[in-house]
């Protein structure tokens, strides 16, 4: 979710480590944001990390060996480019490297 005139949002970040095809941990948190955008650029900082303690069982060492630190650490930056595909989708992109296709 995102405010665009107020340029913050908060971004879920949920899913199971698996190991062995058993889990081994779940990850359930949220990072509240701001943003810069500069054209179809835009360059995310992580205000606050919000833990849900009876969810969130993975480390933030273990979590930031698979995930830009932006999504573990507040005071983090990551950034994107999003393209406008057609009326009702976009593409999220590090580099040229898709990410995400969004649509609705």
Do not use: W
Not at 32 to 51: G, W
Not at 82 to 100: C, D, T, V
């Amino acid at each position: 979710m995102y405010e665009l005139d107020e340029q913050k949002g908060i971004v879920a970040v949920s899913g199971s480590y698996l190991d062995g095809g058993k889990v081994k941990g779940n990850i359930r948190r949220d990072v509240i944001y701001d943003f810069d955008k500069n054209y179809n650029a835009y360059q995310f900082h992580s205000l606050e990390i919000n833990k849900y303690g009876n969810i969130d069982s993975v480390s933030d060492d273990f979590l930031a060996s698979m995930l830009p630190d932006f999504y573990v650490y507040p005071n983090e930056k990551i950034s994107y480019i999003i393209s406008k595909q057609n009326q009702h989708s976009f593409l999220i992109k590090i580099g040229s490297r898709p990410l995400l296709y969004c649509a609705n």
